[in-house]
């Protein structure tokens, strides 16, 4: 299941399962989205990218979903192995002058029963 | 691909010391870095953007006499936690884009644990 409060959310599932992980950005003019995969005591490693221009993007396992008329993200990983146990954020370009960072979500942590 | 590396990935020492870590963009150069840090089980807080060659900016709350960047080559920058203390233990995190629009990705080295006794 999945729960929310001060702590990163939690969604649990299990092994072989498809996870979708959801995310609410902030801006309505952000141009580019990534999702970010962080496993304990490592740096975010990249998963997968998609640009405002596009709804729905797919590479191996994973696919992400863009939909701009509410503003929400989502991650689904096909086939959940536990290697796929981190925290997921998802990070948004704000368009602006010069090279400016992500803005990054709050992220979602996924654990996976095996 | 593109490689951001952290050095040291752990620290432990003693309050009143300073501490450098170093970040380097390994296959590419990198007119600007990012520092971030991130407490457990929270996001990732942007904490300055490193310039090449100038003065780094800071984000609102973050003390810049406290936490000194310095961005010396297109390779590498340096930030330094001065007088450190129990409260500025947390886990830092550098990251810089190989293309440097903004609509680019992000890569992030491993990090740096740091421990304040």
């Known amino acids: 299941g999945e729960s929310v409060g001060l702590h990163l959310p939690t969604l649990s599932v299990q092994e072989g399962d498809n996870s979708i992980i959801n995310c609410a950005y902030s801006n309505s003019a952000s141009d580019y989205f990534i999702w970010y995969k962080q496993e304990s005591g490592k740096g975010p490693q990249f998963i997968i990218d998609i640009r405002s221009n596009m709804d729905k993007r797919q590479g191996q396992r994973v696919t992400v979903l863009l939909n701009k008329t509410v503003k929400h993200l989502s991650l689904q990983i096909a086939a959940t192995q536990p290697g796929d146990s981190a925290v997921y954020f998802c990070a948004e370009n704000i368009p602006a002058s010069g090279n400016t960072p992500l803005v990054f979500g709050k992220g979602t942590r996924l654990s996976v029963i095996a | 691909g593109a490689v951001v590396s952290q050095h040291p990935s752990r620290v432990i020492c003693k309050s009143g010391t300073s501490v450098k870590i170093e970040c380097r963009s390994l296959d590419f150069q990198a007119t600007t870095m990012f520092w971030y840090r991130q407490f457990p089980k929270q996001s990732l807080m942007l904490m300055a953007t490193s310039n090449e060659g100038s003065k780094a900016t800071y984000e609102q709350g973050v003390e810049k006499d406290k936490f000194l960047i310095n961005h010396a080559s297109l390779t590498l920058s340096t930030l330094t936690v001065t007088s450190a203390h129990p409260e500025d233990s947390s886990f830092y995190i550098c990251?810089?884009?190989?293309?440097?629009?903004?609509?680019?990705?992000?890569?992030f080295g491993d990090g740096t644990r740091l421990s304040i006794l």
């Open positions: 990251s810089a884009r190989e293309n440097p629009n903004s609509n680019q990705p992000q890569h």
